[in-house]
């Protein structure tokens, strides 16, 4: 079974926090998976509810006066024992109760069980999910599976990881037979992505035909969702973002043009559409900043995106075999912009980063500009044999207002330092995050004596 980062956050979960604890995500991302293996694996007493498959375990659960009443009525749809103290109750897919937010206080005060939520659509369904009681919920996103996640179908052992890393750090090339077999080791993650079912299946038989049925058959599922949970206005307007995508992410400057959907539409027009797709997950939109300066999100122009697939499997699936044979070519001068920013969106986003561009008349466009070790770093992101080729980079450098120390620029190539460039091959985006960043104790002054 597929190991996932996540899981060393539920098992912390489930050894220090009281709090019930909710896994959120797009359909098939795995938490259903991920949850089943985390608690079989540490010997959890654990009984398992899905409300689609139990419909009417919704009115029992909502009608539920006190945790007594609920485990009664659990009780009809189970042979385990509930025992105080010690079972953890796993409700799936509660994307069908929203009482679930008014419900859970109550359920984490009594104390006799411990909780935990899983299932899709919850951006979208469970709108009020921000505003669970402060303290008695604890949630938790999941993603598709990122490159190194993705790696471990090849036995990537700790040491290799340790030397990458180090690479990456020291800024010094990689061995060069490593960097090559790692770009193709990355080209067959384009094709594949990171959706389990794709990965797992890929594991199995190594065969693509296999991974593209997977996609298409998530696919379907997502544009079902499209048409249960809209109207039928809003239900065109989704399938025709979606579909949409692929092509505007192949045009000069990515940006979501909406009058590609209707002639004369606006954002203010289909701004619901957006944020719905965002909201369950299957896109990942990058806004525009005015200005790339700290805090990034002060300058954000919502109304002004790049709009991404999720899944940059599902992405290659979408642009057809000729396109995943070149990927599979490992031809270093072939372009993929749109392909190589779509893993950067996901990757970048995977681990946790708030994604912008930046983009002006006078100075050019930057793919990505995020924060990052608590400056703001600008990253191109570069396909081709020009990768040193990046007048917006130059350009946004030599403005002291914005006192922007250096740039990455990741490619097909090894590493290599030129002035404030930092040129990494496209696999090290696995090590971009801001998880060692720690904010210093601040000491409490005594002003007991102070007159």
Request: proline share 3%; net charge negative; charged share 25%.
């Amino acid at each position: 079974m597929l190991n996932r980062k996540i899981e060393s956050s539920i098992i912390k979960w489930i050894q220090k926090d009281t709090k019930a604890l909710l896994i959120d995500g797009a359909r098939q991302v795995g938490k259903t998976s991920v949850i089943r293996k985390v608690f079989e694996e540490s010997g959890c007493e654990y009984i398992e509810f899905n409300l689609i498959k139990s419909p009417e375990l919704i009115k029992l659960l909502a009608s539920s006066e006190s945790v007594d009443d609920m485990i009664t009525n659990l009780s009809l749809f189970t042979d385990k024992p509930f025992i105080k103290g010690k079972t953890f109750i796993f409700i799936d897919e509660i994307q069908e109760f929203k009482e679930i937010t008014t419900k859970v206080k109550f359920w984490v005060d009594e104390g006799s069980f411990r909780y935990i939520f899983s299932g899709s659509l919850l951006g979208v369904e469970l709108k009020n999910i921000a505003s669970a009681p402060v303290g008695y919920l604890k949630t938790l996103t999941m993603y598709p599976m990122d490159f190194e996640e993705f790696l471990q179908i090849y036995n990537f052992t700790d040491e290799l990881k340790k030397s990458l890393h180090k690479s990456f750090i020291e800024r010094t090339p990689v061995n060069d037979s490593v960097h090559n077999r790692m770009m193709q080791i990355f080209n067959t993650y384009l094709n594949v992505g990171g959706m389990p079912a794709a990965v797992q299946k890929f594991a199995e038989t190594r065969n693509l035909e296999d991974v593209i049925s997977q996609h298409l058959d998530i696919i379907t599922q997502y544009k079902k969702d499209f048409t249960k949970y809209e109207t039928e206005e809003k239900r065109i307007y989704l399938t025709q973002i979606y579909d949409l995508i692929p092509a505007e992410l192949n045009k000069s400057n990515k940006r979501f043009v909406f009058s590609d959907m209707k002639k004369g539409l606006r954002y203010e027009k289909s701004s619901e559409d957006f944020l719905w797709l965002s909201s369950a997950g299957v896109a990942l939109p990058v806004y525009n900043v005015a200005e790339p300066t700290v805090p990034l999100k002060l300058n954000e122009n919502s109304s002004l995106f790049k709009f991404f697939l999720s899944d940059i499997g599902m992405l290659t699936t979408l642009y057809g075999k000729a396109t995943k044979i070149q990927l599979l070519s490992n031809n270093p001068a072939i372009n993929f912009g749109a392909i190589y920013e779509n893993v950067a969106a996901q990757e970048l986003k995977a681990h946790g980063m708030s994604l912008y561009y930046y983009n002006s008349k006078r100075f050019g466009e930057l793919d990505f500009v995020i924060e990052y070790n608590g400056k703001v770093l600008p990253i191109e992101i570069k396909s081709g044999k020009d990768y040193k080729r990046h007048s917006a980079l130059s350009n946004v450098l030599e403005i002291s207002n914005y006192s922007i120390d250096e740039a990455f620029v990741f490619t097909n190539y090894n590493v290599e330092i030129n002035g404030n460039y930092v040129y990494y091959p496209i696999y090290m985006l696995m090590f971009l995050s801001n998880d060692d960043i720690k904010l210093p104790i601040i000491d409490i002054p005594d002003l007991s004596d102070l007159t």
